[in-house]
């Protein structure tokens, strides 16, 4: 999607929006951003600020934004949507959005103690995996 509005970070809760527009400024958008925590959306709020056209403008949401688990995913994704003043535009539609990953999950590492064990059983209706107790079939 084409879009002139942009969203960057430029510091640890610091954010800036770049209005790419020549004429028209940010006041007929509303701005709304969504934390992500492994996929699940935890908290939501609104980017109160004005870029005039062909401008950048920061701001700071240390206040909004909860402390960061080490172990998990973090995006932020912004979203700028019509307020319903535009004449061909109707309220609520989505004009630009940006997602920004904020810190990287912590994946658990697959043990391969004990992979001799793993066998293999096939028929013509299903699949078996057997490691230990464990059984796995796939049909």
Excluded: C
């Excluded at 699940?40 to 920061?58: C, F, L, M, N, Y």
């Excluded at 994704?77 to 061909?88: D, E, I, R, S, V």
């Amino acid at each position: 999607m084409y879009q002139d509005l942009h969203f960057s970070k430029v510091g640890k809760t610091t954010y800036q929006l770049y209005n790419e527009n020549f004429f028209v400024d940010t006041s007929s958008y509303n701005m709304t951003w969504r934390l992500i925590e492994d996929g699940v959306v935890i908290k939501t709020g609104q980017v109160d600020t004005v870029a005039q056209p062909q401008s950048k403008v920061r701001f700071d949401l240390a206040k909004q934004l909860p402390k960061l688990k080490s172990n998990k995913e973090y995006f932020i994704n912004f979203y700028a949507t019509a307020k319903g003043t535009h004449p061909l535009l109707e309220k609520g539609h989505l004009l630009a959005s940006d997602q920004l990953m904020l810190q990287k999950g912590k994946t658990s590492t697959f043990v391969t103690k004990g992979a001799a064990n793993v066998k293999v059983a096939q028929d013509p209706n299903q699949t078996a995996v057997i490691a230990g107790d464990a059984k796995l079939k796939f049909d």
